[in-house]
């Protein structure tokens, strides 16, 4: 392997062992749904091969962990109700309701997450700046970048992956910054929310089109 491709596969491949470690140290989250999101200590091993869904879904796994955990510390530490309600206009991600629909285009979907991701990014901005712990929130957006920087390796024109240009996140966060103080601390917990389920559509839109390539290219591919 080159070494500018050890360079960029490295960070990576810190993330994975991250996120094995969540597995080994009896760290799984719940989904709203009730399902059990953990990891298996078995993914090690293939994450340093080839397959292409080790890289994204041991952090997108360990991404909704830490996440939940996150507003869960946020809301017990500034005692605001975990239900809260604010201004903040969720940018969730459609499902596509049949995978071997004709209309469905990977790329299309591809997309919409890379652009969710960056914006989550943003989100994640104001987040660290009010939380006490602000190291952890520093983490999760190392991990999203990972995550979106994945996400752009498997479309076919990345280029379309646009980041946000600087007018837009200064708006996003401006929108933020506009409101009271307690205002603030209500609306992290909302944004938290929005982004574990943001993670939670992405896991799963990322599972439909793995599966239409398995059953494209046949079992082995």
């Not at 991600?93 to 943003?122: A, Q, T």
Request: aromatic share 6%.
């Amino acid at each position: 392997m080159p070494s500018a491709q050890r360079s960029r596969a490295l960070p990576v491949l810190l993330l994975l062992l991250s996120a094995t470690a969540l597995h080994v140290t009896g760290a799984p989250c719940s989904s709203p749904g009730g399902d059990t999101l953990e990891i298996s200590g078995d993914e090690l091993p293939d994450a340093l091969k080839t397959s292409a869904s080790t890289k994204w879904k041991p952090l997108t796994y360990l991404l909704i962990c830490e996440v939940n955990s996150l507003c869960d510390q946020f809301v017990e530490e500034f005692g605001v109700p975990k239900d809260s309600v604010s201004d903040f206009k969720p940018d969730q991600l459609e499902l596509p309701r049949d995978c071997s629909s004709p209309n469905f285009s990977k790329e299309n979907y591809l997309l919409r997450i890379s652009r969710g991701l960056e914006r989550h990014m943003v989100y994640l901005q104001f987040v660290e700046r009010e939380c006490s712990k602000p190291g952890k929130v520093s983490h999760i957006r190392l991990r999203t970048k990972a995550l979106a920087d994945h996400v752009m390796e498997l479309m076919n024109n990345s280029k379309r992956a646009q980041g946000l240009n600087s007018e837009v996140r200064d708006q996003l966060l401006s929108d933020l910054n506009a409101a009271t103080a307690w205002q603030k601390k209500i609306t992290v917990p909302v944004l938290l929310r929005d982004y574990r389920t943001f993670l939670e559509n992405t896991l799963r839109a990322l599972r439909c089109i793995e599966d239409r390539a398995r059953k494209k290219n046949g079992p082995n591919a």
